[in-house]
């Protein structure tokens, strides 16, 4: 009988619709870094030198790059607090996260006055270096609720990098992004995971060994970014909407998603790269997501026609 209400239900959600539906997205302002949000329980900028991260919206973070004067550039310590931002931040009520730049850049990838103490590197010390660069990368690729990445300018090097790890890239249409590590004699070696995962290994070819840098059109094209605006308020209206997206849905559901993809993405479930292991989990995903408390509240909610308990919980 509730099989049968459901398929019912579904068939009139289905049916054209003779009105038109107009939606409505809250646009959240991006606050300068003369403000602050004192309302905010997660702005801790005090424990930041190179980020800020706040809560302008319930439920909503911004992690923000506040190295303006310097494109937002990496060194070891925006490193090291972009990795514990990302491990420390989401809380239980998180709904997803926000990645940006302080002024025009998103991020020009890494420091030159850091390079140039890495010169002086032994291979071990390099290393060392480079594994702290993986973790963050890792971090955030993994994080346990969606990332938005509002990609406000230019993205080079490792802010490229930073925008494959972002579930939703966005960009204005003035962004250019490249891997030119090649003409420094590098290699994107750290970044060339998370960016073959989002571009493929055809794209990386061409990107990685030109360097050459491209614009927001063809970083649409081949999937490094998924949307492109016009200029920055457009940008702060499709983030809003894609936030909106996902006040609709269930919050445990998106972070089960999000470690769904990593495990069927990878073809292996502990080590079991077998199409057992594989069938096995996403089926005992599935049977978990219907009888948990946010799958019969989902349902429930669909046959009452009514919004879903963590709708009305923001």
């Given amino acids: 009988e509730l099989m049968r209400r459901v398929s019912s ?3 009139s959600f289905c049916r054209p619709s003779t009105s038109r539906r107009s939606f409505h997205y809250t646009t959240v302002s991006y606050t300068s870094t ?3 949000n004192s309302n905010s329980s997660n702005n801790n900028n005090n424990n930041y030198e190179f980020i800020k991260v706040s809560e302008p919206s319930t439920g909503f973070l911004y992690i923000t790059l506040n190295r303006p004067k310097l494109h937002n550039a990496f060194n070891e310590v925006l490193i090291e607090e972009l990795t514990r931002a990302f491990t420390t931040s989401p809380k239980d009520n998180t709904r997803a996260i926000v990645l940006t730049g302080e002024g ?3 991020s ?3 420091d030159l006055n850091w390079m140039k103490k890495m010169v002086n590197y032994s291979e071990e010390a390099n290393k060392e270096d480079s594994l702290k660069l993986y973790k963050m990368y890792n971090t955030i690729s993994n994080c346990p609720v969606p990332v938005v990445g509002r990609i406000n300018g230019l993205a080079l090097g490792g802010g490229s990098g930073l925008a494959a790890v972002c579930d939703v890239a966005i960009c204005v249409e003035s962004a250019i992004f490249g891997f030119t590590e090649a003409r420094l004699g590098l290699l994107p070696a750290v970044i060339s995971p998370f960016v073959m995962q989002k571009i ?3 794209n990386a070819r061409r ?4 360097a050459e840098r491209f614009d927001s059109k063809k970083a649409a094209e081949i999937g490094l970014v998924e949307e492109r605006v016009k200029d920055v308020k457009e940008l702060d209206e499709y983030v809003a909407k894609v936030l909106e997206e996902f006040k609709l849905n269930s919050p445990k559901a998106m972070r089960d998603i999000k470690k769904l993809i990593r495990v ?3 073809r292996g479930v502990e080590g079991d790269k077998s199409e057992e292991g594989v069938r096995e989990y996403v089926c005992e995903q599935i049977a978990k997501a219907r009888i948990s408390p946010e799958g019969q509240e989902g349902l429930q909610a669909f046959l009452d026609r009514r919004k879903p308990s963590w709708f009305n919980n923001l």
Avoid: M
Wanted: charged share 20%.
């Fill in 264 to 266: 069927v993405g990878r």
């Fill in 104 to 106: 025009s850049s998103f």
């Fill in 207 to 210: 990107y990685f060994l030109t």
């Fill in 200 to 202: 493929g290994v055809r």
């Fill in 34 to 36: 003369t403000e602050t």
């Fill in 9 to 11: 239900l579904a068939k």
């Fill in 108 to 110: 020009a990838g890494a």
